[in-house]
């Protein structure tokens, strides 16, 4: 694998993705509760610190002009850790729950008011899970018009994402992680 300060390349994302048996085929059941013959699971990359970082190397210049970094939980966390460490800007931690002590607060981090924050996934398939975040943040008082997504499975999530006034970026798509599969 190569290890540069670098970002890597599409193909290298896909290629790390593969190596790291994160993408599988076969016959899944999605979060989204849709099938698919393909699973890509990208927390089998993110295990590895090499991998990780080139991830995040990828992630890092697409950040752009924002506040804080967020994600939530457990997918997208380390992939947040990562990136933010590479830009130096704060981070947020959303769970998938409130906590059922102290603060309740469904997230870790600061939000200050009209702060702007860029999310930031692993996986995006129907945009659900990353709505349920982007409620979160705003309802903290924070500007979300941008996510960010390692692989963006083509079905649904960039143009739900649309709607509620967020651009999808994603660092590889389904297609792509397809054509890869030799």
């Known amino acids: 694998m190569v290890t540069s300060s670098e970002p890597p390349t599409t193909a290298e ?8 048996g994160a993408v599988r085929f076969g016959d899944f059941t999605l979060a989204s509760g849709q099938r698919s013959d393909v699973y890509v699971d990208v927390k089998k990359a993110w295990t590895d610190p090499v991998r990780l970082e080139r991830i995040a190397r990828g992630l890092a210049p697409h950040v752009g ?47 200050p008011p009209g702060s702007r924050v860029l999310l930031i996934e692993d996986v995006s398939t129907t945009g659900g899970s990353a ?11 924070a500007r979300v018009d941008r996510a960010l997504v390692v692989v963006d499975r083509e079905q649904g999530a960039r143009e739900k994402l649309a709607s509620v006034g967020v651009r999808l970026t994603a660092l590889a798509t389904l297609t792509q992680v397809r054509g890869a599969r030799a």
């Open 131 to 141: 709505i349920a975040s982007i409620e979160v943040l705003r309802a903290a008082g």
């Open 65 to 111: 002009d924002v506040d804080r970094l967020a994600g939530m939980e457990l997918g997208a966390v380390p992939l947040v850790v990562a990136t933010a460490l590479l830009v130096r800007r704060p981070l947020i931690v959303i769970r998938k729950a409130a906590k059922e002590h102290g603060t309740r607060l469904r997230y870790e981090g600061e939000v």
């Open 13 to 20: 994302i896909v290629r790390l993705l593969i190596d790291a």
